[in-house]
């Protein structure tokens, strides 16, 4: 079973019966206090752009954060979390680098929330969601049933 998740600059935009929703912790579009007013029964995720921000998902991608940002994020910025109870945010392109700068790093690998816009609600192997459709307003995800860290 799957379930699905909005998330958005802006949050007017995500549809209002939304039971699962990304904010953004940190960065120019910080929106969680937004996201918790609009969506207070809602299921909210927090995502850091900034390995050094305090959050639920680490976005890696360019103008965020890098590969190495991630394994920092993970062993320093939230070292007293189990890293299977944290999640990286990657497109499907980048994923295998960001896999093995924690292999190099010798520092197990968190959850992994990817990006593949094929329009397919599907959540390929070793993640447990996926962005697969972005619409002009808001992006929509695939997200497995039970979501360590999250539920």
Avoid at 45 to 62: F, G, I, K, M, N
Wanted: hydrophobic residues 35%; aromatic residues 10%.
């Amino acid at each position: 079973m799957t379930r699905t998740m909005y998330d958005a600059v802006t949050p007017q935009r995500i549809p209002g019966d939304a039971s699962m929703v990304a904010g953004y912790a940190d960065g120019r579009f910080a929106n969680l206090k937004e996201m918790a007013r609009r969506f207070p029964h809602a299921k909210r995720v927090s995502v850091a752009v900034h390995p050094t921000t305090r959050a639920q998902v680490l976005d890696v991608e360019p103008g965020c954060s890098s590969a190495q940002d991630a394994v920092h994020w993970c062993t320093r910025t939230m070292a007293e979390t189990d890293n299977r109870r944290l999640t990286v945010y990657c497109n499907t392109s980048s994923w295998p680098q960001v896999r093995d700068a924690f292999r190099k790093a010798g520092v197990t690998e968190p959850n992994y929330w990817v990006a593949h816009y094929d329009g397919k609600a599907q959540i390929p192997d070793g993640a447990l969601a996926k962005q697969y459709q972005s619409t002009p307003g808001f992006d929509r995800s695939v997200v497995a049933d039970h979501w360590p860290g999250i539920d």
